[in-house]
């Protein structure tokens, strides 16, 4: 009986292939990186969960991320209409999934470059953790840890 177990488990990890879901995360940071450089500001904000917090190291406060958006809209709207440009990137130094739950632990950087002006780029320790609910990854808690630097930044490739 033990014997056909343990055949029948075998089989079933050769047939039933495992899920990747970091391939799914990562189409997840892609998405949010396009909509903050598209200046889609709803599909941005559907990247969060309802209840998501942020929670920023920097100013030592953590606050609804609904609070937050509302502070991040202009940029979206000033992106979206060609006065401003803006674009984020992430490079992550730790990351744990799977098939519902995710946490990475990384750099993003951020920048921001109105019209006839240089760019602002910014770098920021964070971590990201992200729950799957109805088929739908959704970040439930940013924690912008603190700034980093562009040599942190390339240590990351």
């Not at 209409?81 to 951020?110: L, P």
């Amino acid at each position: 009986m033990t014997k056909l177990f343990l055949i029948t488990l075998f089989s079933l990890l050769y047939i039933v292939p495992p899920q990747n879901p970091t391939a799914e995360i990562d189409a997840f940071w892609d998405e949010m990186s396009r909509t903050v450089a598209e200046g889609e500001f709803e599909e941005y904000a559907a990247l969060y969960h309802d209840d998501a917090v942020l929670v920023n190291g920097i100013s030592g406060e953590s606050y609804p991320i609904s609070s937050a958006l509302d502070g991040w809209k202009q940029g979206f709207v000033d992106t979206k209409a060609g006065k401003m440009k803006a674009g984020v990137k992430f490079r992550f130094s730790k990351r744990m999934h799977n098939e519902t739950t995710a946490h990475d632990t990384g750099i993003f950087n951020y920048y921001s470059q109105m019209e006839g002006q240089e760019p602002q780029p910014i770098y920021v320790h964070f971590q990201g953790l992200l729950v799957k609910k109805d088929g739908e990854w959704k970040l439930v808690m940013e924690y912008q840890e603190s700034m980093a630097s562009k040599e942190e930044w390339d240590k990351l490739k």
